[in-house]
Each structure stands twice: as C-alpha cells, then as structure tokens.
C-alpha cells in the first residue's frame, strides 16, 4: 500500500508501506479521509513523533474491507469512523469506566500506525459505525465532536440555562451545537474573529459577541439579567479566555476548560475568588470517551449527524489534498495563519 510516512523531521515521503492485516478481533479499513489534528503538527514540524518512521493519522473515515477472526459486530461495507485510543482496559482508571485517563494506553496514529495511509487496522470496538449518508470527510470530524460532548458531560449539563462558549474554532462549534441539542436557554458564543462569529450563528448560536470590543463584558452579562451564565465553556485554551470564564459564571454556575493552555496562566487574588464567592464547580475534559468504550460521545455523534441535527460546516474544512501530498500539506503549517479550520487528506479511488 500507500502510506504517507514520517521518516525524520519534517520528512513526510509518500510511499510503498507494509499493508497492515487484521488480527483476532479487528477489522481492516480503506481509508478515504483523514484529517491533520493540531497535535499532529508537532510530531511533524518539531521532533514530536515517538519513533521513525511512522505513520500518523488518527481522525478517519473509510470503508471496512477485512475483518478479523472473532469479529461479530462489523461487518466487511460498513462504513466507520475510528476512536483512536486504545486503552490497557486492567488499570484502576479503564475498570472504572475512564478511559482517557489510562496511564497504560496505545493511540492509532501516534503510538502504532494510524490512518495517513491506504489502509488502517483498528480493534472492533474502535470502529463506530456511522449513516453512508454522512461523507467520509464530515465522518473523519468525529473525534472533535466526541471531544465537545465529553466537555459537556463532564460539566454535568442540563438544560435550561445560560451557556457561554469561550473559543469559535471547531470544537466550540460542536459544543454549542451540543449544549442546543440538549436544550440551553441560550447560548452565546464569545470570540475575536467575526468570521467565526458569523459560522455561530450559521450553526445556530443564540447570540454572538466579539471579545475585542470594549463593552463586550457589558453586553454578555446583558444577555443574562446581569446574573451570569449557568455553563460556561472554554475551548479555546486561551489565557484572557481562560480568566472571563470566572467573570461569566453565575453563582452556583458549572465551568469546565476543554481547551488546553500552551503558556503559563494565572490570576488575580480578586479573579480567583470569584470562584469562591460564586461557588462554581471547575472541571476540566480530557478526550472523549466513556463506558462501555467507546462511550456515548461517539454513538450519539454518528446518531445526531446522521440526523442533521449535528452539523459539520464546510468551513470546517479548510482544504482537501490528496494523500500523496501529505509534505505539502504539512509545511503549510510553518506559515503562521494561514491554515484556518481542518486540513484534510483524502484517499482517491
């Protein structure tokens, strides 16, 4: 087969690779769509990757076209999706049901072969799949929809509230498209970018402000009678976005930081205690996954896109290129801004 091969850094060589075969229990995909995650970046462009060479590659679509001894539950056709993660499934944190804090996991795509190839073997259990209505590139968008829904589980939503979304990229997307589903007061979406904002609104957001007005805070207390936001959700990683969830949160409000922080973050003695003064709950989210693995976060995003109530805008994707491209694809990178939204490479037939 084809393979789009990390041989060093900055080195991805389209090339002839060993075809992978499945194994007891596993099934053999045709990928057609696999998309470069922002963690995939570095694995490239600064020596990020646990071995050489190997194949990247771990938000997927394709079609199954061999299965392993064992197998019951898919079928050679069926169109899937593939979580990722493969956790140990003995350690204290699997036997509980939490999946994404195993200490003793392998992953598809970072730590074994993944999908930025022809062909990707996965086990049974990581292939959802998914309505042939829902094209193989919105099918590879499933992990960041996983991600957003396990944020909202993880901050114990219900509905009925205010709900602020810090961060309009992709995983904000879906956790306001979530929070809708499960049926929010409202939901106001908070970013500097109005082309963002305006892809809130297209999706379904209830209001949008942009951060970088003066008056934005005045506006978004505004929204809610002054009270604050019953949920608030940080999917941005961002230090100032990180700091207006505590000034967003109502009393009593749930918070939870989906996004992950790449510099140092700290508060004010005056902005931490507004936790204590609120008396809101801080979580955090990790991944996307739950018991029986992979969780509900991915049966009910294949359920819901099929639906159309969960959508993938086309500005989700910032381009498609084929797989044989992968280099190309990846020094893209190396200018700052200029990839906006999901670089996705695509198997031709």
């Not at 999946?99 to 990707?120: M, P, T, W």
Request: aromatic share 10%; charged share 20%.
């Amino acid at each position: 087969m084809k393979a789009a091969v990390v041989c060093a850094n900055e080195d991805v060589r389209y090339m002839d690779y060993e075809e992978p075969s499945p194994g007891p229990g596993e099934v053999k995909v045709r990928v057609k769509a696999s998309g470069i995650c922002g963690s995939d970046i570095p694995r490239v462009l600064n020596h990020g990757v646990h071995f050489y060479p190997i194949v990247l590659g771990h938000e997927f679509a394709g079609d199954v076209v061999e299965v392993g001894e064992g197998v019951t539950k898919i079928k050679v056709g069926d169109h899937v999706s593939g979580a990722p993660l493969k956790p140990c499934m003995k350690c204290d944190d699997c036997q509980n049901g939490n999946f994404s804090l195993c200490k003793h996991y392998s992953f598809i795509g970072s730590r074994e072969q993944g999908s930025n190839a022809d062909y990707v073997v996965i086990p049974e259990q990581n292939a959802i799949v998914y309505d042939p209505s829902i094209p193989y590139e919105q099918a590879a968008m499933f992990e960041p929809a996983t991600v957003a829904l396990h944020g909202v589980y993880q901050n114990g939503y219900q509905g009925g509230q205010y709900v602020a979304i810090l961060g309009g990229g992709t995983v904000g997307m879906f956790t306001m498209q979530w929070t809708k589903i499960f049926g929010s007061k409202k939901v106001v979406v908070f970013d500097i970018s109005e082309a963002r904002l305006e892809l809130a609104k297209r999706l379904g957001a209830d209001e949008v402000i942009n951060t970088t007005e003066e008056d934005f805070m005045e506006k978004a207390m505004a929204v809610t009678g002054g009270k604050g936001y019953g949920y608030v959700f940080e999917t941005a990683g961002q230090v100032p976005t990180m700091q207006m969830a505590f000034k967003l949160a109502a009393n009593k409000a749930h918070v939870c930081f989906i996004g992950t922080p790449h510099e140092t973050l700290s508060f004010t003695q005056d902005l931490w205690e507004q936790m204590n003064r609120k008396e809101f709950k801080l979580t955090g989210s990790w991944m996307s996954y739950s018991a029986p693995f992979p969780g509900k976060e991915w049966n009910l995003t294949a359920h819901y896109l099929a639906t159309g109530q969960l959508k993938v805008d086309p500005e989700f994707i910032y381009k498609k290129m084929p797989m044989s491209q992968a280099q190309e694809a990846f020094q893209m990178f190396k200018t700052p801004g200029l990839v906006k939204g999901k670089l996705m490479l695509v198997n031709e037939d």
